[in-house]
């Protein structure tokens, strides 16, 4: 059975930097594109970065554009997302997606029911 865990979250203050990891532990078959979310207390799930299945293509919410590197290595089954100039309004829970197909529009991947496999999430805090 296939997993992702993700690991890497904590406590920071505003304009430091973090870096999430997602594990894919169990039998897969090949690598899948992936995908980060986050949800903050009291709001809904909101898509943050995507990456196809090699990590070649990469695409990204407004809102961390230019702040957030997604990357995987795919040799250790590894999906990262590299948080730079954290502000407080980052605050959230993140979770790490496997996409059940390629997804070539920017509806698609924002679309959470593109996504056939989450992990329980990671807390990022950050303080001002």
């Known amino acids: 059975q296939v997993q992702l865990v993700e690991s890497g979250g904590g406590l920071v203050q505003a304009g430091k930097s973090l870096r999430l990891s997602c594990e894919v532990s169990g039998r897969t078959s090949g690598s899948y594109p992936m995908g980060w979310f986050r949800q903050a207390r009291g709001k809904e799930r909101e898509f943050v970065a995507y990456?196809?299945?090699?990590?070649?293509?990469?695409y990204y919410a407004d809102s961390v554009s230019g702040r957030f590197t997604i990357s995987r290595d795919n040799t250790k089954n590894l999906l990262f997302l590299q948080m730079n100039s954290l502000k407080p309004e980052d605050t959230a829970t993140y979770y790490c997606?496997?996409?059940?197909?390629?997804?070539?529009?920017?509806?698609?991947?924002?679309?959470?029911?593109?996504?056939?496999?989450w992990g329980e999430g990671t807390q990022v805090t950050v303080s001002s």
């Open positions: 990456t196809n299945r090699i990590g070649g293509w990469t």
């Open positions: 997606a496997r996409a059940a197909r390629s997804l070539g529009t920017a509806q698609a991947i924002a679309d959470m029911k593109e996504y056939d496999l």
